[in-house]
């Protein structure tokens, strides 16, 4: 009976660990408004996903087609911490939870040491020194409360152009988090400019519901955006 025991709790061990190692928490973050988080958590293609805006200052449900929930909406109904309810979107079967983080460190610091994976969205910008700078400090800024963890970092250029200045800035960037992340940095995509995302977000309906009106556009669309969850997806496992 001891040996039963003992064999089953292992078992149950290796289960649990695989039950933990299916439920991610990604971050979405950058300190500069209007870089995309929002709209990269909402297009990105996860298995039983989640987005859970901790923004006050904005309402992600009236943009997002997926799944989306207001932090300021669950305290009304008394969660009291995030903690809180990321324990409840993972009790809910949800494997993966998409943290919309708000421009200060200060309204998410609870869960940093929950968080595995960092997700860095940036812009193409004519001062793009000040892009640069403002997305190397956002990673100072959280990699100073990390302690020195085992996190995983992706950075991501949205709304990229084939021009020159773009393709440069996105080395740039690369180079200079790979100076400060080393080998926690997993992963360098990329998104390109396009309209159809402001269509998902104006009419609030999904990929697969405006292919029917327009498959040429937002076929390409589709195929863009598979080479960016195929990205996501290798950062992830």
Known sequence: LSRWVKENKTQMKKEEKTK?????IVAMVNFKGGVGKSTIANVLDLEDKVIINLDKAQDSKKVNTDETYNFAELEELGIDTIEEAIEGAFEGGKKHIILDTPGEINDFIEVLPFIEYFIVPFNPADRAIETTLTTIDTINTVLDELDNRKDKWCILLNKYTDEEADIKELKE??????DILGTRLKCVSKL??????????????SLNEL???NAIAYGVFKKRLRKLNEDI?????
């Open 211 to 213: 292919i029917k009106t």
């Open 233 to 237: 997806n290798d950062f992830l496992n």
């Open 192 to 205: 390109k400019n396009t309209q159809v995302i402001a269509t998902i977000e104006r009419k609030r309906k």
């Open 20 to 24: 933990i190692d299916k439920q991610k």
């Open 173 to 178: 960037v690369e180079k200079k988090a790979k």
